[in-house]
Antibody, heavy 120, light 108 residues
Framework: QVQLVESGGGVVQPGKSLRLSCAAS????????IHWVRQAPGKGLEWVAI????????YYEDSVKGRFTISRDNSKNTLYLQMNSLRVEDTAVYYC?????????????WGRGTLVTVSS | SYVLTQPPSVSVAPGQTARITCGGN??????VHWYQQKPGQAPVLVVY???DRPSGIPDRFSGSNSGNTATLTISRVEAGDEADYYCQVWDSSSDHVVFGGGTKLTVL
């Protein structure tokens, strides 16, 4: 079925690294831009990053630029988020979300999310 | 950076109409999208491109966008509509997706 499944979350100390994955199925993964969106506990949605369908374009929210790297492997139908130099304020549920159509800039499919907790 | 402003909460009685606003500078020139999020669940798209509905979304959900305000309207509100609602745009000047702060809809 059509779905996105995130994994890789957990508890990590400040300054450490973590890599999240998002496995896609049921649609042609290589045809769509995919985003990471996060939600801190009890807070609203915050966009993190986007990668274009072919990986040629990437954009980041300002607070993660230089620390987080978005990438994808279209042969494995998988999206990644490499998170380095993690901060307490990065604690959140991280969702991957699919664009409805290439560069349509809204999301018609979301994963269930994976929780990242940054704490000493 | 572009900012979207939503009221923190809206309350409405069952059967009445709820209107949730999303304010932004000249937002009428952008395409606005709306998501519903229930506790413990991922967001769900309920309106896209200002006023279009994805398949499976009841026609009780509608949207409009003009000037500096976009509005999500939920007619004949039901208890199951109680949720957080977020507006969202693409800011082409910064190449960023922007979300509003969210509005908690309470059905009295």
């Amino acid at each position: 079925q059509v779905q996105l499944v995130e994994s890789g979350g957990g508890v990590v100390q400040p300054g450490k690294s973590l890599r999240l994955s998002c496995a896609a199925s049921g649609f042609t993964f290589s045809s769509y831009g995919i985003h990471w969106v996060r939600q801190a506990p009890g807070k609203g949605l915050e966009w993190v990053a986007i990668i274009s369908f072919d990986g040629s374009n990437k954009y980041y929210e300002d607070s993660v630029k230089g620390r987080f790297t978005i990438s994808r492997d279209n042969s494995k139908n998988t999206l990644y988020l490499q998170m380095n130099s993690l901060r307490v304020e990065d604690t959140a549920v991280y969702y991957c979300a699919k664009e409805a159509a290439n560069e349509d800039w809204y999301f018609d499919l979301w994963g269930r999310g994976t929780l990242v907790t940054v704490s000493s | 950076s572009y900012v979207l402003t939503q009221p923190p909460s809206v309350s409405v009685a069952p059967g009445q109409t709820a209107r949730i606003t999303c304010g932004g500078n000249n937002i009428g020139s952008k395409s606005v999208h709306w998501y519903q999020q229930k506790p413990g669940q991922a967001p769900v798209l309920v309106v896209y491109d200002d006023s279009d509905r994805p398949s499976g979304i009841p026609d009780r959900f509608s949207g409009s966008n003009s000037g500096n305000t976009a509005t999500l309207t939920i007619s004949r509100v039901e208890a199951g509509d109680e949720a957080d609602y977020y507006c969202q745009v693409w800011d082409s000047s910064s190449d960023h997706v922007v979300f509003g702060g969210g509005t908690k809809l309470t059905v009295l």
